[in-house]
Every structure is written in structure tokens, then in C-alpha cells.
T-cell receptor, first 112, second 111 residues
């Protein structure tokens, strides 16, 4: 299977703490993306990092990418209860089509 | 206005029936997709169309047939529904490679 894996599968933290999620993938990539999915809703794009980038920031989000290890991490700083959701990484398999392969997801629960 | 809209949101039907899910995007994107999310939240691509042309066709039973009448619409028709087809089906669109915009999903339950 090409599907990537995320770690941990579930994470529970208190508001104000930082949350770190990791993603490992199997193929070469052009870019790696992170998405959030609230319960019962569609996925929402958070951030895209290109294969030649090592780190990217967007607000309280920080993403790192290590192509030699085929891994990425998503850090959410100063978490809020509203950050409670499932988080997925997605890779494009390095191909010409935008065929995204999603990871297994991390379920984040932020306790108020 | 919703960017990617799918109908219906919920679908409950008997095994053996045929059903369709419709999707429309008002973002002006050239590419649309169907993804299936199972009960364990695994999300897998099924099909992709670029400007009405099929460009991604994963290993999906031929009971599933996508149709794109124009680049703003991508429908999914499923024949002879089986229990294993129960899932949430997501439509998405993009303009070139990169960010996907997802609809809210259509939850299909086959009894």
C-alpha cells in the first residue's frame, strides 16, 4: 500500500500546550500537504511544503519535512479547544497528476 | 456560497440498488476528484477528471462510474450497491497541482 502513516494515532492535550504529529510516507514527492478534518465535515487544507523546503510556518502551525527520512511533522503551538480534529498528511507520489495519497490520520483532542 | 457542494449529504439504501451522488464546484477549477473515506477514516482516491477528461482511475469496481458533464460538475453513479460500499464519499477540486478543496461529504449507508 502507498498509504502513509501518522503517529500518534490519537493525542490528547490541554489547551495552551503544543501538539506534534508525525507523518511517514513511502514514495518520492513533489510536495506534502497537511489537512484538518472536523468531525462529520470535509477536509480543509492547512499548509503545503515543497520537496525542496525543510520548514514552513503558517500562524500557529509549523511543518518540517525530511525527504531523506521520508517524514514530516506538524506542530500546533498554543493549542485551543477549536483545534480538536483529525489531522492528515498527504503526498502526491511525485507524479504529474495531483493524485494525493493520504496518511492514516491523527485524532487530536484539546481539553479546555 | 459553498465552494464545493455535494448532494445528498446522507443516503440510506438497500443492497442491490443504484444510486448517484452529485458534485458541483464554483471555484473555476479544472480538476475534480472523488475520494472514499471508510469507517477507519482511511481516505482513498477513486477518480479524477481534468476539464471533463478522466485522468485518474484507481482500482475501483466497475459498478462505480463517474461522469463529468462539464468542468464544474462531477457525479458518481454506483450500481448494484454492496454492504462494503458504505462509506463517506468526498468530492474535491483543485486548480493544477497542490491544494484540494473538499466538499462536506456524502455518507452512504447500504443495508
Amino acid at each position: 500500500s502507498q498509504q502513509g502513516e501518522e503517529d500518534p494515532q490519537a493525542l490528547s492535550i490541554q489547551e495552551g500546550e503544543n501538539a506534534t504529529m508525525n507523518c511517514s510516507y513511502k514514495t518520492s514527492i513533489n510536495n506534502l500537504q497537511w489537512y484538518r478534518q472536523n468531525s462529520g465535515r470535509g477536509l480543509v487544507h492547512l499548509i503545503l511544503i515543497r520537496s525542496n523546503e525543510r520548514e514552513k510556518h503558517s500562524g500557529r502551525l509549523r511543518v518540517t519535512l525530511d525527504t531523506s527520512k521520508k517524514s514530516s511533522s506538524l506542530l500546533i503551538t498554543a493549542s485551543r479547544a477549536a483545534d480538536t480534529a483529525s489531522y492528515f498528511c498527504a503526498t502526491d507520489g511525485g507524479g504529474a497528476t495531483n493524485k494525493l495519497i493520504f496518511g492514516t490520520g491523527t485524532l487530536l483532542a484539546v481539553q479546555p | 456560497d459553498t465552494a464545493v457542494s455535494q448532494t445528498p449529504k446522507y443516503l440510506v439504501t438497500q443492497m442491490g440498488n443504484d444510486k448517484s451522488i452529485k458534485c458541483e464546484q464554483n471555484l473555476g477549477h479544472d480538476t475534480m476528484y472523488w475520494y472514499k473515506q471508510d469507517s477507519k477514516k482511511f481516505l482513498k482516491i477513486m477518480f479524477s477528471y481534468n476539464n471533463k477528461e478522466l485522468i485518474i482511475n484507481e482500482t475501483v469496481p466497475n459498478r462505480f462510474s463517474p461522469k463529468s458533464p462539464d468542468k464544474a460538475h462531477l457525479n458518481l453513479h454506483i450500481n448494484s450497491l454492496e454492504l462494503g460500499d458504505s462509506a463517506v464519499y468526498f468530492c474535491a477540486s483543485s486548480q493544477g497541482p497542490g491544494e484540494l478543496f473538499f466538499g462536506e461529504g456524502s455518507r452512504l449507508t447500504v443495508l
